[in-house]
């Protein structure tokens, strides 16, 4: 598992990259300056949340159990808040109206707040049984 959330964690980041370089260079002449921004906002928990897989993916003193919580929670939050932020930042250039769905974003964010709360309970509690 630790592997799986490390090499999530990485591509999260890299993906993060490579859309905040795109948004920088690539889309500043197609949407407008305040849509960059939110776009950029996507971008931001994006990169937080891959660095937060990556030290989730690091330690040893959550269990195995909660981890898998935590993890799902991430890919679920990141994929509904910066995805939908993204979606709606380019709203003008998709043929898919992004506003329909826009409802998934702090839907998304409350999923990464639940991801910070579970790592939180998960610190606390500690790492008492390894194997679940």
């Known amino acids: 598992m630790n592997k799986t959330i490390l090499v999530t964690g990485a591509v999260l980041g890299l ?3 490579c859309l905040g370089a795109f948004a920088a260079h690539g889309l500043e002449s197609s949407i407008s300056e305040e849509a ?26 959550v269990s195995v159990k909660k981890k898998k919580i935590v993890y ?7 994929l509904f808040f910066s995805g939908s932020i993204y979606g709606l930042a380019t709203n003008d250039l998709s043929a898919f109206d992004f506003k329909s ?12 707040i639940m991801a910070w709360l579970a790592l939180l309970y998960g610190l606390l509690r500690g790492n008492r049984n390894p194997v679940n």
């Open 15 to 17: 993906l993060g990259i």
């Open 36 to 61: 960059i921004k939110s776009f950029e906002t996507g971008v931001r928990y994006q990169i937080y949340h891959a660095f937060f897989l990556l030290i989730l993916g690091a330690t040893s003193i």
């Open 72 to 78: 799902y929670l991430v890919i679920f939050g990141v």
């Open 101 to 112: 769905i826009a409802l998934i974003t702090p839907f998304g964010g409350l999923l990464l």
